[in-house]
């Protein structure tokens, strides 16, 4: 057994409480996977992957000798093997030099190998009937309405840029800008403002078509100032206000914008949004303002905090879900060196939020060396960190009484469909 499968197996009988799959899942996430040249040709045919709003790929497009970009899955679901693993969906994020491959096997079926060691079966995604439509303009919907979460979450990043530029303001773990700038390079149709008549034309399809999606998220880079002349509230709000028209009530509405004054969290419930997601990205002080430079001056940790707490008043705590990005607490040079002190900071964090009745969700970091910090740690957090982590995250939970969050689907092993991280999969009934 080589020395990765040392590290999962040792941690899968350490911690007896979480699924395996889990497991597994975060130390793919934190490593990426690689695609054989047969195994590529098997996914035309299933959905792409669409390049939802960062790249969360390990290599730049630049190096992808097989063109990975234009070729891979948006995701794989993880089924059977020797640990007969349920249904686990996972975004793929792009490592040629990965140790886990999804490769084919002697009876000619997929399946993931790690250290050339089979660990279970492969399934793509199928591609939903609209990713075969255009607008009337000739844009692809999968530029401005792709589905990820195996189908059940529309994705709607309507500004692909953030205002947040450069090394003295953006964070410096996203790779947003540089995502879209590589985009462009290669022609892929990566339309940077998307207009709410665009986004209206693709639901209406999607409406038409497709049985599956459940909620939209409505999402992109910070407005410092203004876009198009709008304040960054009045740009982001205009597009659920736009849908809940036209649609009213056909998905779940989430945003993702930044934590904004109660009377602006107030305007994007009041056209319809549901779900509010005022992304927090890392709890420690000092870490946040050398890791989120932008945030720190435009609006401040503290107050960032306090917003997040208001929007609880306005939407009800447990629609109030801020993400943080599990594993930069330890990216170097600024983050902690022990697995525990980070772990310690985090459950902080956690544990205030959860207190106030607000659970907040994560993102495995995806080192992308287009980023400062992914170019600083190419490997990024220890396994021993995310595995810590989804107990800590998933105990607390419990010991707060709280529901798994709403607008993700089922959750629990064998039924979430939660990509970027395994929060979902942990929860237990
Ligand atoms: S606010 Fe930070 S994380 Fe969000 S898009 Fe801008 S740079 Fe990226």
Redesign the pocket.
């Known amino acids: 057994m080589g020395p990765r499968w040392e590290l999962v197996e040792g941690l899968v009988e350490q911690y007896t409480d979480l699924p395996p799959e889990a497991i597994f899942k975060e130390d793919i996430l934190r490593t990426g996977i690689a695609f054989s040249e047969d195994v590529l040709r098997v996914a035309s045919g299933y959905k792409p992957k669409a390049y939802f709003i960062f790249s969360f790929d390990l290599v730049p497009i630049s190096e992808m000798d097989k063109q990975e970009n234009l070729r891979v899955p948006e995701e794989i679901c993880l089924i059977g093997g020797r640990r007969s693993f349920r249904r686990t969906i996972i975004s793929v994020r792009v490592n040629p030099s990965s140790p886990y491959k999804v490769a084919i096997s002697d009876e000619g079926k997929l399946i993931l190998t790690l250290e050339r060691k089979e660990v279970c079966g492969v399934r793509y995604p199928r591609a939903p009937d609209y990713y075969g439509r255009t607008l009337s303009n000739g844009k692809p919907i999968s530029d401005i309405a792709p589905s990820i979460e195996w189908g059940y979450l529309v994705y709607l990043t309507v500004f692909r840029l953030?205002h947040?530029h450069g090394r003295k303001d953006?964070?410096k773990?996203?790779d947003?800008?540089e995502n879209y700038r590589q985009q462009k390079r290669t022609g892929r149709s990566y339309t940077a403002v998307k207009s709410v008549g665009e986004v209206l034309e693709a639901l209406s399809i999607i409406q038409e078509t497709d049985s599956e999606s459940r909620a939209y998220t409505v999402t992109g880079?910070?407005v410092t100032s203004s876009l198009n002349g709008l304040k960054e509230v009045e740009f982001y709000a205009r597009y659920p206000e736009a849908i809940e028209r036209e649609f009213p009530g056909r998905w779940i509405s989430k945003a993702v914008v930044?934590a904004l004054p109660k009377s602006e969290a107030q305007v994007l419930k009041d056209v319809g949004v549901q779900i509010y997601h005022p992304?927090y990205?890392i709890w420690e002080p000092e870490l946040f303002r050398a890791i989120?430079p932008?945030?720190e001056e435009y609006v401040g940790r503290d107050v960032w905090i306090e917003r997040i707490l208001d929007a609880g008043e306005v939407f009800g705590p447990q629609h109030v879900i801020p993400n943080f990005v599990a594993g930069i607490e330890m990216a170097k040079p600024f983050g902690f060196v022990s697995v525990e002190e980070a772990i310690a900071s985090t459950a902080e964090g956690l544990d205030f939020f959860m207190s106030n009745r607000i659970v907040t969700r994560f993102t495995t970091w995806c080192p992308e060396p287009i980023t400062q910090l992914g170019a600083e740690n190419r490997g990024g957090a220890p396994l021993e960190y995310h595995v810590a982590l989804l107990k800590t995250w998933r105990d607390l939970l419990e010991k707060h009484g709280l529901p798994a969050p709403p607008g993700y689907g089922q959750p629990g092993i064998g039924q979430a469909v939660f990509s970027v991280s395994s929060f979902m999969d942990v929860v237990r009934d």
Request: glycine residues 12%.
């Open positions: 953030c947040y953006e964070c773990f996203c947003i800008n880079g910070s930044q992304n990205e989120c932008g945030k």
